[in-house]
C-alpha cells in the first residue's frame, strides 16, 4: 500500500471526453522503505487519483523510458 501519491501533471487523453493520462510520484509503493516510483496511468472516467491503468516505473528507469517513448514518435 502506498503512503503518498503526488500528481505531477494531468494530460487530456486524446481520442476521449473526459480521459486523461496521469503522471505521479509515488512514496512507498510497496510499503515503508520502499523506493519511490514514477507512475503513469490512463483513467477514462478523468480520475488522476484512481487510474484504469497504471504502470510504475523505478526513478532509475526515468531517462532510458523516456528516450524509448521518444524513438517511437
Known sequence: MSSGVTVIKEIPLDGTKKGIV??????EP?????DSVASIGISLSGDAKN?????HIPMGNIDA?????????
Open 22 to 27: 496521469s503522471i505521479s510520484k509515488v512514496d
Open 30 to 34: 510497496y510499503g515503508v522503505g520502499s
Open 51 to 55: 487510474p484504469e491503468w497504471k504502470v
Open 65 to 73: 523510458v523516456v528516450e524509448a517513448l521518444k524513438s517511437i514518435k
